[in-house]
C-alpha cells in the first residue's frame, strides 16, 4: 500500500470512528472507540472530521485543496480564505469535490495540523506535487492562543519543515513572502492576495437594515465595527482602550473563540472588563455581517499583524472608511489616500473622530484597492500558479 493511500485508509477510519462519536454521543460509545484505534485519530483531530476540499482539473491536472480542523478554521481568516478559492475555481471552470478519498495529481493544503503534515509526508512520497499555502507565520502564531509565545519558535520550525517540504508556496502577500524567505525557505513561492468577491459586499440598504435592527440601532448614533478572533495580536486591548476614551460611540467586534484557548487577561477583557459601549455579540455571517461592514460609521481594525486581512478587504468592498494600524503588510496596496493608518491609541482616537465628524473620507479610493483585488483576478492567478506547479 503506497503511503497516499496508506494515508487515505485511515482517513476513512478516521470518518467512520469520529461520525460514530458524534452520532451516538454516549460513554459507551465513547469507550467504544477507545477500545480499538480510533482514539489514536481522536486524539490527532480533535475537531471531527468535516472537512473543505477542492478537486479541480486543469488539461490532465486534479487538484485537492485540504483544509483541517474546519470546526474551529470556519471562523477565522482562512476558513473565508478557502472559500474565496472555491469560488475563484468556480469562476475559472475548474471543479471541485470535497472528498479526500479520491485521486489527484496535485494537493494543495491550506492548515498546518498534524494531519495536514502526515498527507503532505505521503503525497511526496507518492511522487504528488504539493502546494502549501502560506497563510501562516511564526509572527501571526504569537499573542493568539495561551502559550503561543511560548511555543512560536517552536512552531515556525515546524512551518518551516512544511514549507520547505512543499513544491510550490502560494502566501496571500508580499510581506507574509517575505517572512516565509527570511526563515529559509527557498521553494517557489508567490503572492497572490486571499481576493474578495466584490457583488457580495456591495452596499445594500436592505442588509444595512438587518444589522441596525439586529442591534436595536438608534438613529443618529454612531457605531464603529471591527472583527476578527479575540487576539491580542488582533489589538483587541487597544480597541477597548479607544472605546473607554469615545464613550458617546459604539463599538461593536464581530467575531469569536472558545474562551477557554485564550489567556486569562484576554478573556476577561471579552466577558466583562470593558466599557459598556463596547459589546462582544459573536461571530456573524450573511446580511448581519455585510450590513455591519457596509451600515456602520467607521471599521476600525488594530491588527498588530497579519498575512493580508481579508476583514480589510470586505470593509474596503463595502465602501467603508477604514481605519488601521500602520504594520508592514499594508505597504504597496493600502496607504493614507485609502485608509486612516495610525500607530497608537491617540491617533486611533483622532482618525475616528476624523471620520465620524465626516472630515475625512476615503471609501471610493478604498473600494478601488478592493477592486484590484477582486475574486476574479484571484482566479486566473490560482490557475497560472496550478499550472506552473504542473509543469516543475
Avoid at 508556496?169 to 524567505?181: A, C, F, G, H, R
Avoid at 470593509?315 to 485608509?339: F, H, K, M, T
Avoid at 490560482?382 to 506552473?388: D, F, H, I
Wanted: glycine letters at 8%; a neutral charge; hydrophobic letters at 40%.
Amino acid at each position: 500500500m503506497t503511503a497516499l493511500r496508506e494515508f487515505q485508509y485511515y482517513e476513512a477510519r478516521l470518518r467512520y470512528s469520529t461520525s460514530a462519536f458524534l452520532c451516538f454521543r454516549s460513554v459507551r460509545a465513547f469507550f467504544y472507540m477507545l477500545s480499538g484505534f480510533g482514539w489514536i485519530f481522536y486524539l490527532i483531530c480533535p475537531c471531527g472530521f468535516p472537512f473543505y476540499l477542492i478537486f479541480g482539473i486543469i488539461g490532465s491536472m486534479k487538484v485537492l485543496l485540504y483544509l483541517e480542523g474546519k470546526s474551529v478554521l470556519e471562523k477565522s481568516g482562512i476558513g473565508r480564505a478557502l472559500q474565496h478559492q472555491m469560488h475563484a475555481l468556480d469562476l475559472a471552470g475548474i471543479p471541485y469535490t470535497t472528498d479526500v478519498l479520491g485521486d489527484y495529481d496535485v494537493i494543495h493544503i491550506n492548515t498546518y495540523g498534524p494531519r495536514s503534515l502526515l498527507l503532505l509526508h505521503a503525497a511526496k512520497r507518492g511522487n504528488k506535487k504539493v502546494i502549501m499555502h502560506g497563510h501562516s507565520t511564526k509572527e501571526d502564531f504569537e499573542n493568539s492562543f495561551i502559550g503561543s509565545n511560548l511555543f512560536a519558535p517552536l512552531f515556525g520550525k515546524y512551518l518551516t519543515h512544511m514549507y520547505k517540504k512543499a513544491d510550490f508556496i502560494i502566501t496571500p502577500s508580499e510581506y507574509s513572502k517575505q517572512l516565509i524567505q527570511s526563515y529559509g525557505v527557498t521553494t517557489p513561492m508567490v503572492a497572490v492576495s486571499n481576493g474578495i468577491d466584490l457583488p457580495k459586499y456591495k452596499k445594500d440598504a436592505r442588509k444595512e437594515e438587518v444589522f441596525k435592527k439586529y442591534f436595536k440601532i438608534e438613529e443618529g448614533q454612531k457605531v464603529v465595527v471591527c472583527a476578527g478572533l479575540y487576539f491580542r495580536r488582533k489589538g483587541i486591548e487597544d480597541f477597548v482602550e479607544v472605546a473607554r476614551r469615545m464613550p458617546d460611540v459604539r463599538f461593536i467586534w464581530l467575531g469569536s473563540i472558545n474562551l477557554w484557548l485564550i489567556p486569562r487577561k484576554i478573556r476577561r477583557l471579552v466577558l466583562f472588563d470593558h466599557p459598556d459601549n463596547v459589546e462582544f455579540p459573536g461571530y456573524f455571517k450573511g446580511a448581519v455581517f455585510q450590513g455591519a461592514m457596509s451600515g456602520a460609521d467607521a471599521f476600525f481594525f488594530p491588527s498588530y499583524e497579519e498575512t493580508e486581512g481579508i476583514v480589510v478587504l470586505e470593509a474596503l468592498a463595502s465602501e467603508q472608511n477604514v481605519v488601521l494600524r500602520d504594520i508592514p503588510v499594508y505597504q504597496g496596496w493600502v496607504d493614507e489616500r485609502s485608509a486612516e493608518l495610525c500607530h497608537n491609541v491617540d491617533e486611533f482616537v483622532q482618525s475616528l473622530r476624523n471620520v465620524l465628524d465626516k472630515k475625512v473620507d476615503k471609501r471610493e479610493a478604498g473600494y478601488q484597492v478592493a477592486k484590484s483585488r477582486s475574486i476574479d483576478d484571484v482566479a486566473d492567478q490560482l490557475v497560472e500558479a496550478y499550472q506552473t506547479v504542473l509543469e516543475m
